[in-house]
Nanobody
Framework: QVQLAESGGGLVQTGGSLRLSCAAS????????LGWFRQAPGKEREFVAG????????YYPDSVKGRFFITRDNAKNMLYLAMNTLKPEDTAVYYC??????????????????WGQGTQVTVSS
């Protein structure tokens, strides 16, 4: 059974940091581009970071560039998201998922599957 499980969320003050983890089971993550998305109440799911199969290429939207850093450990079947200088607008449920596209990392949620259950990140002002 394929499963992705996020952890590491929590409550943090503005300017703080968190590190999210995503543990994969039932699949070999090295075969996939991987991504992190977030969804705030009443909003659509938003791409926040993606990483190529090898880990050599990372992709970020302008909203998090320079603050968020995605890494992976294929040997451990793990994905990570380091989040720094957090802002209240970063508050959301964060999800990891596998990219079904075969080319470059996709930024579209519709291209992803095997979504985890999500982990809540709350940034207080």
């Amino acid at each position: 059974q394929v499963q992705l499980a996020e952890s590491g969320g929590g409550l943090v003050q503005t300017g703080g940091s968190l590190r999210l983890s995503c543990a994969a089971s039932g699949l070999t993550v090295g075969r996939y581009n991987l991504g992190w998305f977030r969804q705030a109440p009443g909003k659509e799911r938003e791409f926040v970071a993606g990483i190529s199969r090898s880990g050599l290429r990372q992709y970020y939207p302008d909203s998090v560039k320079g603050r968020f850093f995605i890494t992976r450990d294929n040997a451990k079947n793990m994905l990570y998201l380091a989040m720094n200088t957090l802002k209240p607008e970063d508050t959301a449920v964060y999800y990891c998922a596998t990219d079904t596209s075969r080319g470059e990392v996709s930024t579209m949620a519709t291209q992803y599957n095997n979504w985890g259950q999500g982990t809540q990140v709350t940034v207080s002002s």
